[in-house]
């Protein structure tokens, strides 16, 4: 946690707090309260990015956020003395951080109000006291996850759809068994002997057989073969020879070249744009998208408003988001150092407030030097008000109600989120801004661009390879089963 780091951190920063504080928040306001012989003791959650509390040895801890700066100003405001209790990591580990809290407010005697805003829910105005005026506002978003670019494994297969390849395999077929029905048509029906024997392919020359000798298997084979060839050939770009001189067979090579030429360069413009052209990955931006995802898992905290909508809900997007939590139980949690260990490694979408968002989001830019996690569009959820809790029919609600009026009309909240802290909300504007489509990365190509080729060399020599093999194990088969003489 670098208790130590935050410790000296906190020091340097205390005298300019209290400065800001002072002369901002008191000066000028005035105030039909004076509790000077007052004491209250506020609860201090860890409740990023309002509020940081670290845990020390033998009991101590240390704080800070704009909650507590809410507090500070309320004692200064309403004149009186206040103290900070630490949450019980006991009750933390039983109920989650947020209805730990509750939990505390509500059985210790000892603790009068909450040091942070809370959403407002018929169940917790009917156990707690609620300001009449929020601390603060906030709509709501998904933390998720950047999925990186597309693998480019299999970029030779991306250009045409399984529906054009599976033509393309078909027509490749129809070509070759045309061709050869062709040149075996010419084989047994030559109608000028002369120019038969002259348009003779090298498949027939090397067969050394008449040309109305009846069809052998190796002679089929060999129309086939050489036919198969010439037809790749073109489809790759290479060429070839024609197979033959007769002119029913070149209207048929001509037609096929003229295909081939269409389907070669919507192929090869398409691969090149997608080895040139960074692609990522669809990305979660709503609760269906997040829902549908086999790839990103849904992490929810069970104390939070928007955790119970989703657990609770018995349809819908919220039901199905709440049945994918619960085939991991691990995935729900109640302790927000847990929500952020999580959410690290990079495998889990987390719907919660929209500052939290940005601050985790910018918060691992500073930590990993690049945008490894996005926010989402809002959600379609009510705008968030937060309050503060107090004891139920406490006497001291009313009045606070009516500072934080004050407080709020000042706008000194945001700035104690969005300015004063520097780690609260900290500045990765790179992670917000919608990325533009690029012609090209104005790189060289990379080994991983061409990964796929690689792989087709490497399963193709393992091919041949296999394949000579068996060649040299048939003909030893042979070998041995001719007759000794």
Known sequence: MQFASIVNTMQKMSIKIVLAILIMAVDGLSTDYDWSSKHFNYLVVHNPPFDYVFRGPNGTFTSYGSSLNVAIWLATKLKYTYSFVLINQTLIDKYGTHEAAFHQLINDKDVDGIATNFYLTLTRMQRMDYTTHHGWV????????????????????????????????????????????????????????????????????????????????????????????????IMTNQGSREASSLYSFRILAGFWVLGAMVLVNSYTGIVISSLTTTKTKSSIDSLEDLAASTETQVLLRHDTSIGEQILQATSGVFKVLGDKARLNPGNIVGDAFKVTEKLETGRYAFPFIKTFAMSFVSSQFQKDQRCRFKISKPLPLSTGYFFWLFKKNSSYTNAHSKALVELWETGLAYFWVYKLFSPTVPRADQCFVESTLKVSRRAPIQLSDLTSAFLILGIGTGLAVLSFLTELLYSRFRLYKLPSA
């Open 138 to 233: 906030d709509g709501f978003r998904l933390v998720v996850p950047r999925l990186g670019e597309q693998s480019r494994l299999f970029a030779f297969i991306g250009p045409f759809e399984p529906t054009v390849w599976l033509l393309v395999f078909i027509t490749v077929l129809v070509v070759v068994a045309v061709m050869t029905l062709f040149a075996m048509i010419y084989r047994h029906h030559p109608w000028n002997e002369p120019e038969g024997a002259e348009n003779k392919t090298d498949t027939e020359n090397g067969t050394g057989t008449n040309m109305r000798e009846p069809v052998s298997r190796n002679v089929l084979f060999n129309y086939l073969g050489s036919h198969t060839i010439y037809v790749v050939n």
